[in-house]
Nanobody
Framework: QVQLVESGGGSVQAGGSLRLSCVASGRAFSMYAMGWFRQAPGKERECVAAVSWSGGRTYYADDVKGRFTISRDNAKNTVYLQMNSLKPEDTAIYYC??????????????WGQGTQVTVSS
């Protein structure tokens, strides 16, 4: 069992930056692939970034490539999402998710509660 808690959301103007953090409780964090998802009002949830359990593979959605960076610190049981050059269309609730021993999974087993990101123009 893994519990995930996100933090770091907030309100920022377009062009600004935020860093989201997701702390995992439980053992063997290093054995979990981690993903960041977002869901805007009226839209489906989408994966914006993911990192494999080994850290050797990453995935980014096309509209965040070059702006967002996912990283993990296994010693701190934490995965980060650095978001730069934010746009109003990045406004959403951001969730982190985990799946055991996966590379870049298409489904996840554990989810956090989410953190709101609001980007104003």
């Amino acid at each position: 069992q893994v519990q995930l808690v996100e933090s770091g959301g907030g309100s920022v103007q377009a062009g600004g930056s935020l860093r989201l953090s997701c702390v995992a409780s439980g053992r063997a964090f290093s054995m979990y692939a981690m993903g960041w998802f977002r869901q805007a009002p009226g839209k489906e949830r989408e994966c914006v970034a993911a990192v494999s359990w080994s850290g050797g593979r990453t995935y980014y959605a096309d509209d965040v490539k070059g702006r967002f960076t996912i990283s993990r610190d296994n010693a701190k049981n934490t995965v980060y999402l650095q978001m730069n050059s934010l746009k109003p269309e990045d406004t959403a609730i951001y969730y982190c998710a985990a799946r055991y021993l996966a590379v870049i999974p298409d489904r996840y087993d554990y989810w956090g509660q989410g953190t709101q990101v609001t980007v104003s123009s």
